[in-house]
Nanobody
Framework: QVQLVESGGGLVQPGGSLRLSCAAS????????IGWFRQAPGKEREGVSC????????YYADSVKGRFTVSRDNAKNTVYLQMHSLKPEDTAVYYC??????????????????WGQGTQVTVSS
């Protein structure tokens, strides 16, 4: 059974850091592109970052470029989203998603087949 479980969310002050984890079970991440998405109350889902299975190419939304870094640990079958210099506008529920593909990853949610349950990130003083 394919399952994605996010963790690492929480409350952090502006300028702080968090690292989100997306642990996969039931499949090997080697063959799946992973995307990170977020959704704030009253807003549409936004693609944040993604990691390509084929060559590790990554993409970032302009809003997080230079502050967020996505990475994969094959041994742990886990993808991480390291977030620095957090801003109140980063507050949202963060989701990871996976799709079986060797193509470069994309930041469109409809391209992904499997989703985690989400983890809340709140940036506030």
């Amino acid at each position: 059974q394919v399952q994605l479980v996010e963790s690492g969310g929480g409350l952090v002050q502006p300028g702080g850091s968090l690292r989100l984890s997306c642990a996969a079970s039931g499949f090997t991440l080697d063959y799946y592109a992973i995307g990170w998405f977020r959704q704030a109350p009253g807003k549409e889902r936004e693609g944040v970052s993604c990691f390509s299975s084929s060559d590790g190419t990554t993409y970032y939304a302009d809003s997080v470029k230079g502050r967020f870094t996505v990475s994969r640990d094959n041994a742990k079958n886990t993808v991480y989203l390291q977030m620095h210099s957090l801003k109140p506008e980063d507050t949202a529920v963060y989701y990871c998603a996976a799709v079986f593909t060797f193509r470069l990853c994309v930041l469109y949610g409809d391209s992904y087949d499997y989703w985690g349950q989400g983890t809340q990130v709140t940036v506030s003083s």
